[in-house]
Nanobody
Framework: QVQLVESGGGSVQAGGSLGLSCAGF???????????MGWFRQAPGKEREGVAA????????YYADSVKGRFTISQDNAKKTLHLQMNSLKPEDTAMYYC???????????????????WGQGTQVTVSS
């Protein structure tokens, strides 16, 4: 079994930074057993959007065009925690942010939510003008 828990959300002014973390829990849990992990977000009235993902097969990372150059997805050295560093935040980044993981092999669209089979419950990020 896998349980994902996000943390690090909060309120920040435009131009500021926040760092999100996703911790995995379970017997012998490790990101070594995952094929992909990613961050998704959903704002009121909008569809869930893939923000960033990492493919553990070769370390490739993927970013939505809206966050390229501002957000960075990474894993800690022990491969126990997933991180999302968010810089130069904009009000449009305001959303509930979700951590997700997939054990389903190669994804044709790493930022597509349909491929992920484990999800956290989200952490709120609010960016004010």
């Amino acid at each position: 079994q896998v349980q994902l828990v996000e943390s690090g959300g909060g309120s920040v002014q435009a131009g500021g930074s926040l760092g999100l973390s996703c911790a995995g829990f379970g017997y012998t849990y490790s990101m070594y057993y995952m094929d992909y992990m990613g961050w998704f977000r959903q704002a009121p009235g909008k569809e869930r959007e893939g923000v960033a993902a990492i493919y553990f097969g070769d370390g490739s990372t993927y970013y939505a065009d809206s966050v390229k150059g501002r957000f960075t997805i990474s894993q800690d050295n022990a491969k126990k925690t997933l991180h999302l560093q968010m810089n130069s935040l904009k009000p449009e980044d305001t959303a509930m942010y979700y951590c997700a993981a997939s054990t389903r092999g190669l994804h044709t669209r790493p930022l597509g939510s349909e491929w992920y089979n484990y999800w956290g419950q989200g952490t709120q990020v609010t960016v004010s003008s």
